[in-house]
């Protein structure tokens, strides 16, 4: 049993390059950088959870409303995300290279891109925010409610993007707490504004959701004045530069294209399994798009832990590669996927035990609602067993350039397992809402499967960025 904490034994004797640290020090390393992308996370989701429940305040039909207009704003998010992946991988290379002059201006290109393609979605859905809405399962009772936030969201969808970017390269350059505190002052003036523009507190107007809405826009806006600040400090390792955005860089270019593609396809086909996905539970009818918000609310508060791991290791384990020692990037992954699946069994007994008491802060209007709710978070609960340690290991192939692996079971499991799987439990069978979410534990599942057989392989270790 103790061998499993020995460092050492995590890699073959002809793999090892140099001194191998101990456990401790390798667990230290990696929590410094982890845990501010947890909390991180965890913040973001927790406001979105406190946004559910306060347009509840609304009525039901206005948290069905919200639900309905998340895959848009992930679809929009997803680009954004796809380049941020691929700006990551490459600062945190070069970080580890210790080459500062590549890293800003890796930083520079990513902020061009990032903002162009932040203008490009921000005009089409906006001006297609009912149409996205109606294709999406609204129905009478919500698609005015959900035209409304999407609208507003898509408008000022640009500050997120830029924040969400330069958020990435302080990722890469293991400046984490950076972002956790960004996230946490744009997450106070969320929750401030909600409580006093949705029902219209201290002489403010009574907006509703359109005041949810233009609370997460502000917040988003605040998020990225800190930001920007962060990187013009003169004395900062990332220091925006003016004559760098005018400039062009076509050895960064080259470097983020060279990674993008595969991101980028990745992306979309995980955004079309989910957008599947939420078809195939919203066209079951408002109470199941009511239900399935609640509990992937809940659940999205509890992934955000495995996605701060993510996040944070594929940053640790891009400094090993960029430093070249191929052995410790191993010994590092190996002990981040060890952490976040003893975090997992915590979630999972977490959720089982406390779902009612979570489920009944959203104010279920009817017995029946809150009672397929909570049985839909045993589901929940059990899924984030496989979840927590494939989302590890799709962050450490993804960090290191194997995006074309993760491309491919993106497509294989999101895109046509899960959407089928649970099109059948749903229909056919007639489980409801509840297939659906079983359909999400396969999905899990297989795709644990086939990222331990490619990490198990090392072809991860041989891709230059």
């Known amino acids: 049993m103790l061998s499993l904490f020995k460092t050492e034994k995590m890699v073959k004797k002809d793999e090892i390059q140099g001194e191998i640290p101990k456990y401790s020090k390798v667990t230290k390393d990696v929590m410094k950088i982890v ?4 909390v991180e996370g965890f913040l973001v989701a927790l406001v979105t959870m406190f946004d559910g429940i306060m347009v509840s305040s609304i009525g039901n039909n206005a948290n069905a409303a919200v ?19 691929a700006i990551t991988a490459i600062v945190s290379r070069r970080f580890g290279a210790k080459n ?110 359109a005041g949810a809405a233009i609370a997460t826009v502000v917040g988003n806006a605040v998020a990225f004045t800190i930001c920007l600040f962060t990187i013009c400090r003169p004395k900062g390792y990332l220091r925006l530069s003016f004559k760098m955005l005018l400039a062009l860089d076509k050895e960064s270019l080259k470097a983020i294209g060279h990674i993008l593609p595969s991101t980028m396809i990745d992306q979309i086909f995980l955004r079309i399994g989910f957008i599947l996905f939420a078809l195939i539970v919203n066209y079951l009818g408002d109470d199941a798009t009511y239900v399935h918000g609640i509990c992937n609310d809940l659940n999205s508060l509890m992934f955000t832990l495995a996605d701060g791991f993510s996040i944070g290791t594929a940053a640790v384990v891009g400094h090993r590669l960029g430093e070249k020692r191929k052995d410790l990037a191993v010994i590092y992954a190996k002990v981040s996927m060890s952490i976040s699946f003893l975090c997992a069994i915590l979630i999972c007994l977490f959720m089982l035990f406390a779902r009612k008491p979570l489920i009944s802060m959203y ?103």
């Open 100 to 209: 500062q002059q590549l890293v800003n201006r890796t930083m520079h290109e990513g902020l061009k891109l990032s903002a162009l393609i932040a203008i490009f979605l921000s005009i089409v859905i906006a001006i297609f925010a009912r149409y996205f809405c109606k294709w999406m399962g609204a129905t009478e009772h919500t698609i005015d409610y959900a035209t409304t936030y999407l609208t507003i969201i898509a408008s000022g969808f640009i500050f997120n993007a830029l924040r969400l970017t330069i958020n990435a390269c302080q990722r890469g350059v293991g400046k984490t707490k950076i972002s956790m505190w960004t996230n946490l002052v744009a997450n106070v003036v969320n929750i401030g504004l909600n409580y006093v523009l949705i029902e219209g507190h201290w002489g403010f107007p009574q907006m509703g959701i």
């Open 67 to 85: 639900t309905i207009t998340k895959q848009p704003i992930y679809f929009m998010i997803c680009f954004i995300t796809a380049l941020n992946i």
């Open 35 to 38: 845990w501010p992308s947890m």
């Open 363 to 465: 104010s279920p209007e009817t017995e029946e609602r809150a009672t397929m709710a909570a049985t839909i978070m045993i589901i929940a609960a059990f899924t984030t067993l496989p979840q927590n340690i494939q989302w590890v290991l799709t962050g450490i192939l993804r960090g290191s350039g194997d995006t074309k692996f993760t491309a491919t079971t993106s497509l294989i499991s999101v895109t046509c397992i899960r959407p089928v799987v649970s099109y059948v439990l749903c229909y056919p069978i007639g489980l409801g809402v509840l297939g659906a979410w079983i359909g999400m534990l396969v999905d899990q599942t297989i795709r644990l499967i086939l990222n331990v057989w490619r990490f198990g392989r090392r072809k991860w270790l041989q891709i230059q960025v």
